[in-house]
């Protein structure tokens, strides 16, 4: 079957993000990326090799120091995102985010002053939209009813995460990006969390992006794993990742 232009989500070619500091340098290099809408993709690899500096690019968070064309396919159309960074539209960028984009973070990221339905519902206030009963259903199915008008101190880690799972997915985004969701978990509840995360973007038709530097639980579920490399220069002070897919 061939690929048409409306099934790609994400399109980078030559993109890279360098940083330096004291003498020291970090490259991560992109040649060629190309994600299908509502793929499962995972990013493997220890601490270190640039996973959370891709992610960050992908959600529009870290503008590339170099691109050839870094475009993003919308609802609305195709979005040229090199052209947004070079014309500061950070506006621009930020209204994508909050409209396509569901984001979990390591340490989930919740606000500690919201109870749990608040943070879920957090995403969908942003936009406007209404009560229609997304949140509890989510809740329930990520077994957090009991919980909705606790505070995230009152809840354990695994909770914490799922709460922002749930975050992530209730306002119908059409990526989630995850940024190792369950480093902070034992691993007997990460792939229980991981398996009802995977479930849950595989039921509504989001395209999902895991990074983790546990792969065997991540290839159970079925994801598409991004190769790369990483490579230090002889004198230690040069480190670069290439990542393709």
């Known amino acids: 079957m061939r690929e048409s232009a409306s099934d790609i989500i994400y399109q980078l070619k030559n993109v890279a993000r360098v940083r330096e500091s004291n003498g020291y340098a970090f490259s991560l290099r992109v040649p060629s990326l190309r994600i299908q809408r509502g793929e499962k993709i995972a990013l493997i690899g220890e601490s270190g090799c640039g996973k959370s500096t891709l992610l960050d690019m992908l959600a529009f968070i870290l503008r590339p120091t170099e691109l050839e064309d870094f475009s993003f396919h919308a609802r609305g159309g195709r979005v040229d995102i090199g052209e947004a960074w070079s014309k500061r539209r950070r506006n621009r960028l930020a209204a994508l985010r909050k409209a396509h984009l569901g984001y979990v973070m390591q340490t989930g990221g919740l606000l500690p002053f919201l109870n749990v339905h608040d943070n879920i519902n957090l995403s969908r206030r942003m936009l406007g939209m209404e009560d ?5 259903t989510l809740a329930r199915e990520l077994g957090l009813t009991r919980h909705l008008h606790k505070l995230p101190s009152a809840l354990s880690t695994g909770e ?3 709460v922002a799972i749930g975050r992530a997915l209730a306002h119908r985004p059409a990526i ?3 940024d190792e969701p369950t480093a902070s978990v034992d691993p007997f509840a990460a792939e229980k969390i ?10 509504m038709n989001i395209t999902v992006i895991v990074a983790s530097h546990a792969w065997r639980h991540i290839k159970q579920l ?3 794993r991004l190769a790369h490399h990483t490579r230090k220069s002889p004198d230690g002070r040069m ?3 290439v990542v393709s897919g």
């Open 132 to 136: 229609d009963g997304t949140v509890r």
């Open 160 to 162: 914490r995460q799922r």
């Open 176 to 178: 989630v990006i995850a």
């Open 194 to 203: 991981m398996s009802l995360f995977i479930g849950m973007v595989e039921e």
């Open 222 to 224: 079925g994801l598409r």
């Open 239 to 241: 480190t670069e990742t």
